[in-house]
């Protein structure tokens, strides 16, 4: 079992940043990958970023890159997603999800998600 819990949305102007969290606890394995994804009301869940626990393979979704960046720190078993000139399309729910079998885009393979956290960006 993988516990996942995120903080650190918030409402933000468009062209700021924000720093989401996901706590993890539980058993985590190199082989697992960590993801962020997100929702918007209205809209199917779609992939933002993933990252492996162990090594450096990250993946990002065409819509974010250069302005978002996943990262962990597996001392503190948590994943970040640094996000950078936000905007107002950016607003979502986002979700740290966990998954056990490897490298995926698709929300059907991941086992584990958190409860979300709300980014808001306003124009």
């Known amino acids: 079992q993988v516990q996942l819990v995120e903080s650190g949305g918030g409402l933000v102007q468009a062209g700021g940043s924000l720093r989401l969290s996901c706590a993890a606890s539980?058993?985590?394995?190199?082989?697992?990958?960590l993801g962020w994804f997100r929702q918007a009301p209205g809209k199917e869940r779609e992939f933002v970023a993933s990252?492996?626990?162990?090594?450096?393979?990250?993946y990002y979704a065409d819509s974010v890159k250069g302005r978002f960046t996943i990262s962990r720190d597996n001392a503190k078993s948590t994943v970040y997603l640094q996000m950078n000139s936000l905007k107002p399309e950016d607003t979502a729910v986002y979700h740290c999800?966990?998954?056990?079998?490897?490298?995926?885009?698709?929300?059907?393979?991941?086992?584990?998600w958190g409860q979300g956290t709300q980014v808001t960006v306003s124009s």
């Open positions: 539980g058993l985590l394995f190199s082989g697992h990958v």
């Open positions: 999800a966990c998954n056990r079998d490897g490298d995926s885009s698709l929300p059907s393979a991941y086992d584990y």
């Open positions: 990252i492996r626990w162990s090594g450096r393979t990250t």
